[in-house]
């Protein structure tokens, strides 16, 4: 069972799991995983889906006995990762935890999606239960979006995180950078027609970040190699991509499963890939937020912390447990 919306859209969509195609797919972030969801995609009425039952019965107990990384933890392996960026001189590398959520008996997901859909008309907005994998979250990263049509790619480059209200600092700016560069050197060898925005504030709720927009003409024969070059991207990984994945795998205290993976949606005009932030995995007794930053030579391990403990309230906020 799934249900989500498209960034400034607020039809409700699911698949229709009558029928054997796979239009919507979730692939982790180290490429090992994937869910698939049967069907065609179809719009839903909005009574019928308040009508429609997704009980907190259906998730699974957690039964994992992770114990969350506490602030000291945090702190100490990122002043590790800061040594690894300075003795190899990387541009960024990026690091995650999770934030785990048990203050509660039984939680409305009905209208935690709601909340979430409505505190985020700009983001890819879902909500899936399928066995012990059952995950929400609401993310505006765009992998890519290519039109069958005009045969034209669309991408992002989206980095630096502040407080709405902050103005950028070196370290967000020369973060950004790099991801922007990643993309370009991408797309320049499919054609010769690549178009670059200016940087520019994208907003997010209660937070911003530093964004630039790629689009390029391509041939349809070469989208899934694109994606597939492209992902993980600077803003999820790090540069050089190989290098920052292993270290992630041997830093971060557990795995990203969907975290930071991709999901991919295909109509009959468009095929989009939406990178998967600001998520969370659901259980029974838990909610497993997870939550990252870009580092560099110059973070401040305490305000990353803060930036983490931001990003965690984009689902956080919208839950409705009792």
Request: charge should be negative; include cysteine; proline fraction near 4%.
């Amino acid at each position: 069972m799934i249900y989500f919306k498209f960034p400034f859209d607020e039809s409700l969509y699911s698949t229709d799991e009558n029928s054997s195609e796979s239009n919507v797919n979730f692939y982790s972030f180290d490429g090992l995983r994937q869910i698939d969801f049967k069907g065609k995609i179809i719009e839903i009425n909005p009574e019928n889906f308040n009508d429609t039952a997704i009980s907190g019965d259906l998730l699974t107990k957690d039964k994992n006995q992770f114990i969350a990384e506490t602030k000291d933890e945090y702190l100490s392996n990122l002043a590790k990762v800061i040594d690894i960026i300075k003795d190899n001189q990387l541009p960024k590398l990026v690091y995650s935890r999770r934030k785990i959520f048990t203050d509660f008996n039984e939680i409305d997901l009905k209208q935690s999606f709601k909340n979430l859909c409505n505190a985020y008309p700009n983001a890819f907005r879902y909500i899936f239960i399928d066995g012990e994998n059952s995950w929400m979250g609401a993310f505006s990263e765009v992998l890519g979006k290519f039109s069958k049509q005009t045969h034209t790619f669309e991408t992002m480059s989206l980095a630096g995180t502040l407080p709405v209200s902050e103005s950028w600092s070196e370290k967000e700016i020369e973060e950004q950078k790099p991801v922007s560069s990643y993309i370009r050197n991408i797309l320049k060898n499919y054609s010769e027609s690549l178009k670059e925005s200016e940087t520019y504030d994208h907003i997010s709720g209660n937070i911003k970040h530093l964004r630039t927009d790629f689009k390029i003409k391509i041939q349809p024969e070469d989208l899934d190699k694109i994606i597939q070059e492209l992902h993980p991207t600077p803003a999820v990984c790090g540069i050089p991509k190989e290098f920052c994945k292993d270290n992630i795998q041997q830093l971060e205290k557990f795995p990203r499963e969907f975290y930071a993976g991709y999901i991919k949606i295909e109509t009959e005009e468009s095929i989009q890939y939406f990178v998967n932030l600001r998520c969370s995995k659901l259980y029974k007794n838990a909610i497993h937020l997870f939550v990252g930053g870009g580092i560099t030579a110059q973070s401040n391990p305490e305000k990353e912390w803060r930036e983490t403990e931001l990003k965690s309230e984009a689902v956080l906020k919208n839950l409705v447990v009792s």
